[in-house]
């Protein structure tokens, strides 16, 4: 089994920046994708940041402040989040591709979520 664990969320004020962390544990054999998620209200869950052993991306709106980056010997992945604006307000999830030890196969798995809020 593969459990993720999201830290980092706070409240901020616009302009300000804050980093996510994600880790990923238990009988993880290798990871491929790994990207940041965040879902405000009453909107769908939208895809921020992604990144795997050779390319990144970034959602239109983060470009330029956002960064994502990993650690594939810890298994965590990063999102720094400089000049936050108001509209960044979400709910933060990370999605781990990996597969376990046990199945040998490759799955999603999802943290548990960290709220981000901005302030005017």
């Known amino acids: 089994q593969v459990h993720l664990v999201e830290s980092g969320g706070r409240l901020v004020q616009a302009g300000g920046s804050l980093r996510l962390s994600c880790a990923a544990s238990g009988s993880i054999f290798s990871t491929t994708n790994m990207g940041w998620y965040r879902q405000a209200p009453d909107k769908q869950r939208e895809l921020v940041a992604s990144?795997?052993?050779?390319?990144?991306y970034y959602e239109e709106s983060v470009k330029g402040r956002f960064t994502i980056s990993r650690d594939n010997a810890k298994n965590t992945v990063t999102l720094q989040m400089n000049g936050l604006k108001v509209e960044d307000t979400a709910v933060y999830y990370c999605?781990?591709?990996?597969?376990?030890?046990?199945?040998?196969?490759?799955?999603?798995?999802w943290g548990q979520g960290t709220q981000v809020t901005v302030s005017s």
């Open positions: 990144i795997s052993s050779t390319t990144t």
């Open positions: 999605k781990v591709r990996a597969m376990s030890s046990a199945t040998r196969s490759y799955a999603d798995y």
